[in-house]
């Protein structure tokens, strides 16, 4: 028999229902899959296979060993966000070296990868666009190891050239935590004053509409999922899962996108990229600026599979078989997905699900805090006009969705 483990640091539902799918998938055929999870609950409406949950703080190494221990043929990360990918991108080192193959980017790409700075040195070289930026390296800023006095007036200098208003993001957190606005030079100065304790990449602020894509595959054997729009770039960042977002037609930027997925591929395969990259952009005067690469599955795993009748995890599971084919893939229908703050009343949910094709919601939790409910349906293209009536129905004897969620639904799938 078979065996595919699956390495994962958070609670599975963000990968629901394509995970349940695959690892039932994978169980008609007699291939065992077990979920090794250090992070949150997993039960077997989770993760129907499989389940073992392993100390958060384990090393590399140890996990190496409870893989080969299993006797795992081969393993697959679906963890995030990048810490954990770095974990499991290093445990990847000790699985190959030990003769178990996995669809795990390989460490050095890993280690670019969910690096800002770096990440941006890439996407230069490879020929896309980025926000102009430059490096605040945090030791050098708090006089850490060699003391550098002209060290902030170079920063200044280099922010002066690039123009505000400007962003600081640390090199290596997700979900937009710890970036700071740097509307002019007073709030540089601030920031040179109180640095953040790590190091940070400060960027020229790009406006426009934040979208996201995902890229999964190996080297030579790479699919690109539809485009996902996931809100408006200001110059305050925003909370990631705070708009509508959403994954439909839109003619003139999916051609614009056409030779921006050329380069990312390639990238991806100059760096041997295996598994999926999720790549955030943002879309602004008809051109692509590429914000970061994260080297796994992201926040858009589930709307873009659901708008393009694929399976990502299932993808991963057929490269650790040794028999993926990227096939011939484009979105075939919407997939739109709101953030409800509390839970989905009871009475709205059966009644949400007869009336959209719903596709998941699950409480969306992040760093142990949820955030509320994440809801994802479908629809076909021409059902628009239909789906806001039947969202309009179910608001009108519910109130779910808020006012706010279906007036924007309303202005995206049936504008005046
Ligand atoms: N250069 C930029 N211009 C405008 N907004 C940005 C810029 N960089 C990041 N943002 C905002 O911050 C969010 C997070 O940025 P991102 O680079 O994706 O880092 P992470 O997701 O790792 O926190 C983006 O979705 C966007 O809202
Ligand atoms: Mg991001």
Redesign the pocket.
């Known amino acids: 028999m078979q065996k595919i483990a699956f390495l994962r640091s958070v609670d599975i539902q963000r990968a629901d229902p394509y995970i349940q799918r695959t690892v039932r998938e994978l169980a008609g055929e007699g291939i065992e899959a077990r979920l090794f999870h250090t992070h949150g609950q997993a039960g077997e409406e989770d993760f129907p296979g499989g389940r073992q949950g392993v100390d958060p703080a384990v090393t590399p190494c140890e996990l190496a060993t409870l893989v080969t221990q299993w006797g795992a043929d081969a393993a697959v990360s679906i963890s995030l ?2 810490e954990n990918t770095l974990r499991d991108a290093a445990t990847r080192e000790l699985l190959e070296a030990d003769g178990v193959p996995t669809v795990i980017t390989p460490l050095a790409a890993t280690s670019l990868l969910i690096d ?1 700075w770096e990440t941006k040195q890439l996407l230069l070289r490879a020929g896309l666009d980025v ?1 102009r ?1 430059i490096r605040a390296d945090s030791d050098l800023l708090a006089g850490r190891g060699l003391p550098v006095p002209a060290y902030a007036d170079a920063l200044r200098a280099g922010a002066a050239r690039i123009g505000y208003p400007l ?1 600081s ?2 090199l ?8 700071r606005a740097l509307p002019d030079a007073a709030a540089l100065d601030a920031y040179l004053l109180d640095p953040p304790p790590v190091s940070a990449v400060i ?6 509409d ?1 979208c996201s894509v995902d890229i999964v595959g190996e080297p030579g054997a790479y699919r690109v999922l539809p485009v996902c729009w ?6 305050e ?2 909370f ?1 899962f705070a708009d509508l977002r959403w994954c439909g037609p839109r003619p003139e930027a999916d051609r614009g996108f056409e030779p921006v997925a050329a380069r990312l591929v390639a990238l991806c395969e100059e760096l041997g990229v295996r598994g999926s990259v999720n790549v ?1 952009m ?1 879309y602004g005067s008809g051109r692509y ?1 590429v ?2 690469v ?1 080297p796994r599955v992201g ?1 858009a795993t589930t709307l873009s599979c659901a708008a393009s009748d694929t399976n990502t995890y299932s993808a991963l599971a057929d490269m650790a078989l040794g028999r993926y084919s990227p096939g011939d893939v484009r979105r075939t229908r919407w997939a739109i997905e709101f953030l409800s703050p509390g839970r989905v009343p009871d009475g709205a949910r059966a009644e949400l699900a007869e009336r959209v094709d719903l596709v998941t919601a699950h409480e969306l939790v992040i760093d142990g805090v949820s955030h509320g409910e994440i809801v994802v349906f479908t629809l076909t293209d021409g059902e628009e006009r239909q789906t806001v009536k039947a969202l309009e129905d179910l608001h009108a004897g519910t109130g779910f969705p808020r006012q706010e969620i279906l007036d924007k639904i309303r202005t995206l799938l049936a504008p005046p």
Do not use: F, Q, Y
């Not at 960027?203 to 426009?208: A, I, K, L, M």
């Open positions: 966000p990048c800002k926000p930026g962003l993001k640390p290596w957190d997700s979900t937009s935590m710890g970036i960027e020229e602020c790009v406006s426009g934040l996931t809100g408006t770039a200001g110059p960042p925003v990631t955030d943002i600026s914000l970061e994260n926040g």
